[in-house]
């Protein structure tokens, strides 16, 4: 465990890539504890209807990376036909710099983590879909903010939904009844020396009794 304060663990989780440690094997009883403070998390009715795929085993890893690109190259036939939501700002060519750097290095991670959600979502209502999501997300940012805690850090990768069914053959995921919410990284982090972000113009974001 570090030593870290309440607010640092807060203002200084970062989405970590390139500061990944693929020298240092993880522990699986320490993976193990992270999510048991993960299924803490509030959920929908208590239901905790989410479960974790870990994975540990290089060749399944190596399987999992190149799925991954596969993704990436979904992804990027998609954007050529529908602009990106995404604004670009300055710190774009860094995060993209640091995601290519991801990419390239997927089947290295120590540990690869894919949270799941009972059923599938395509074409549901927005309240099952908020629902659902809504009790999956808190619990993978537990997760998150626990794996700081033993100086070890993730990101949030979504590429390889392009995917998914592929995922789910190669980890024995039921496609039909289950649907992935993403794709984790876990390593010991390169030092734990992390800043609070930039957020300049969150302010504006925030609107009173009407938008």
């Not at 774009?92 to 059923?119: G, K, N, R, W, Y």
Request: proline content about 5%.
């Amino acid at each position: 465990m570090i030593d870290i304060t309440p607010v640092e663990l807060l203002t200084t989780t970062r989405t970590v890539r390139k500061r990944l440690d693929l020298s240092k094997p993880v522990d699986r009883t320490v993976v193990e504890e992270c999510l048991r403070i993960a299924w803490q998390a509030p959920n929908g009715s208590n239901q905790q209807m989410y479960g974790w795929v870990c994975v540990d085993d290089p060749t399944t890893r190596a399987a999992m990376a190149d799925i991954y690109r596969d993704g990436l190259k979904r992804h990027q036939e998609i954007s050529a036909a529908n602009p990106s939501p995404y604004k670009v700002n300055d710190r774009q060519q860094l995060i993209s710099a640091s995601v290519f750097h991801l990419l390239q290095h997927m089947q290295d991670v120590p540990v690869l983590v894919v949270p799941t959600i009972e059923t599938r979502l395509d074409g549901v209502s927005i309240f099952e879909q908020g629902s659902r999501w809504g009790s999956i997300l808190p619990a993978v940012w537990n997760f998150m903010l626990a794996l700081r805690l033993h100086g070890m850090g993730s990101a949030w990768t979504t590429l390889h939904l392009h995917c998914e069914k592929d995922m789910a053959d190669l980890l024995g995921i039921p496609f039909d009844e289950v649907t992935q919410a993403g794709m984790f990284p876990v390593a010991y982090t390169i030092g734990t020396d992390f800043h609070a972000a930039s957020r300049a113009h969150s302010e504006q974001t925030i609107r009173w009794n009407k938008w």
